[in-house]
């Protein structure tokens, strides 16, 4: 290599070493003491929330499913061939709808026989009022024997009762014929048909169709028994509401404790419960699983503040406690047990301070801050 580039690469590299030292002489103020006043100075933007003091309900989260508030296996009352379906398969059907028919004719025929015994008979009790009614005045002036009137009268009560036998026969046959169609029992949703139209049904034998109540619908979970306690005790408070959470969703489902079974299962060691949920959304299917959590025991009077509030170090938890100068303080403290998006701060803050919940890694001691956002 030519000596005069060496000598030219030499002088760039002592140039540049130059520049560098002159540039960090100048920020560090040519002694190295304006370097962390500058770092001190800078405002970071934060979020912030307040420490709250007041009751804490602890929550139980669960897994559980989705089940129907009722489920009906439909039959029929009649016997009789199946005419047709009216409801599609897998769909909605209303309280009262017309959702099976069965063949009425033989069912007609029966009351249209009912009937005519009915008018028969009733024709047969007048004309025995009637002659009962011509003979009895005689009886006094001899014309009629007392047997005769006696036999009179025994036809009107015969044919009295035939007309109340067959009367009660005409409703026995009017609502057997009203069998002949069924009609859904509840709001619900129709599984797939059990049978089909020509098909022979045998009455309070044959599955027709399984209808689901799905509006409500039940969430069926078990709790360890060592829960229950303070279940009960919460649950004796009034409503006890209990939230679910479909796995993969954001939906937060609303639901409301309904029943606590009335044993502990000895071979688990848990309690089921019921939770109702009116699911007019359609969200929950029977069979679904979803994460459900509920509130076991009430804290009185703590203090809490959002878990992301919750920093940790090598010597224990901290927060970083915004002072009224805008400036931070690391504050540490002790952490109780946590609900939801809440955690329990037993030594260390008190109710109304305003902790950090985003931006800490920017923080020191007594750095000044600039508030961007309030999570409460």
Same mark, same amino acid.
């Given at each position: 290599?030519?000596?005069?580039?060496?000598?030219?690469?030499?002088?760039?590299?002592?140039?540049?070493?130059?520049?560098?030292?002159?540039?960090?002489?100048?920020?560090?103020?040519?002694?190295?003491?304006?370097?962390?006043?500058?770092?001190?100075?800078?405002?970071?933007? %934060?979020?912030? $929330? *307040?420490? /709250?003091?007041?009751?804490?309900?602890?929550?139980?989260? #669960?897994?559980?499913? @989705?089940? &129907?508030?009722?489920?009906?296996?439909?039959?029929?009352?009649?016997?009789?061939?199946?005419?047709?379906?009216?409801?599609?398969?897998?769909?909605?059907?209303?309280?009262?709808?017309?959702?099976?028919?069965?063949?009425?004719?033989?069912?007609?025929?029966?009351?249209?026989?009912?009937?005519?015994?009915?008018?028969?008979?009733?024709?047969?009790?007048?004309?025995?009022?009637?002659?009962?009614?011509?003979?009895?005045?005689?009886?006094?002036?001899?014309?009629?024997?007392?047997?005769?009137?006696?036999?009179?009268?025994?036809?009107?009560?015969?044919?009295?009762?035939?007309?109340?036998?067959?009367?009660?026969? %005409?409703?026995? $046959? *009017?609502? /057997?014929?009203?069998?002949?169609?069924?009609?859904?029992? #509840?709001?619900?949703? @129709?599984? &797939?048909?059990?049978?089909?139209?020509?098909?022979?049904?045998?009455?309070?034998?044959?599955?027709?169709?399984?209808?689901?109540?799905?509006?409500?619908?039940?969430?069926?979970?078990?709790?360890?028994?060592?829960?229950?306690?303070?279940?009960?005790?919460?649950?004796?408070?009034?409503?006890?509401?209990?939230?679910?959470?479909?796995?993969?969703?954001?939906?937060?489902?609303?639901?409301?404790?309904?029943?606590?079974?009335?044993?502990?299962?000895?071979?688990?060691?848990?309690?089921?419960?019921?939770?109702?949920?009116?699911?007019?959304?359609?969200?929950?299917?029977?069979?679904?699983?979803?994460?459900?959590?509920?509130?076991?025991? *009430?804290?009185?009077?703590?203090?809490?503040?959002?878990?992301?509030?919750?920093?940790?170090?090598?010597?224990?938890?901290?927060?970083?406690?915004?002072?009224?100068?805008?400036?931070?303080?690391?504050?540490?403290?002790?952490?109780?047990?946590?609900?939801?998006?809440?955690?329990?701060?037993?030594?260390?803050?008190?109710?109304?301070?305003?902790?950090?919940?985003?931006?800490?890694?920017?923080?020191?001691?007594?750095?000044?801050?600039?508030?961007?956002?309030?999570?409460?």
């Amino acid at each position: 290599m030519p000596q005069h580039k060496s000598w030219r690469k030499l002088a760039l590299a002592v140039v540049a070493l130059t520049v560098v030292g002159f540039v960090a002489h100048a920020l560090l103020g040519g002694g190295g003491k304006a370097a962390p006043a500058a770092a001190h100075a800078a405002v970071v933007p %934060v979020k912030v $929330a *307040r420490a /709250q003091r007041g009751d804490l309900d602890l929550s139980l989260k #669960v897994i559980g499913s @989705a089940e &129907a508030y009722s489920t009906v296996n439909v039959q029929s009352r009649v016997s009789g061939q199946l005419l047709s379906l009216s409801f599609k398969p897998g769909g909605r059907v209303r309280q009262g709808e017309t959702i099976i028919r069965i063949d009425p004719s033989l069912l007609q025929s029966q009351l249209d026989e009912a009937s005519g015994n009915l008018a028969k008979d009733q024709a047969q009790l007048i004309n025995a009022q009637a002659v009962l009614k011509r003979y009895a005045p005689l009886l006094a002036k001899g014309y009629v024997a007392q047997s005769d009137v006696d036999t009179y009268k025994a036809n009107v009560g015969i044919y009295t009762s035939s007309v109340k036998a067959d009367k009660a026969a %005409v409703e026995l $046959a *009017r609502t /057997q014929l009203s069998y002949a169609q069924i009609h859904a029992p #509840v709001d619900s949703i @129709a599984g &797939a048909p059990l049978v089909y139209p020509g098909a022979q049904v045998t009455a309070n034998n044959t599955n027709l169709v399984v209808l689901n109540q799905v509006s409500p619908i039940y969430i069926t979970f078990s709790i360890p028994q060592s829960a229950l306690a303070g279940l009960k005790a919460s649950y004796a408070r009034g409503a006890l509401p209990v939230t679910a959470k479909i796995p993969g969703s954001r939906s937060v489902l609303q639901a409301t404790l309904d029943f606590i079974n009335n044993a502990v299962d000895t071979s688990t060691g848990t309690i089921q419960l019921k939770a109702s949920y009116a699911n007019t959304d359609d969200q929950l299917t029977p069979g679904q699983f979803v994460e459900v959590s509920l509130p076991t025991t *009430r804290l009185t009077n703590v203090v809490t503040v959002p878990v992301v509030a919750l920093q940790n170090s090598p010597n224990g938890s901290f927060v970083f406690v915004v002072d009224a100068d805008g400036a931070v303080q690391q504050r540490m403290v002790t952490a109780g047990e946590s609900s939801g998006d809440r955690i329990v701060i037993s030594k260390g803050l008190n109710g109304g301070e305003q902790v950090v919940t985003d931006g800490q890694l920017l923080l020191v001691n007594g750095t000044r801050v600039r508030i961007v956002g309030d999570n409460g």
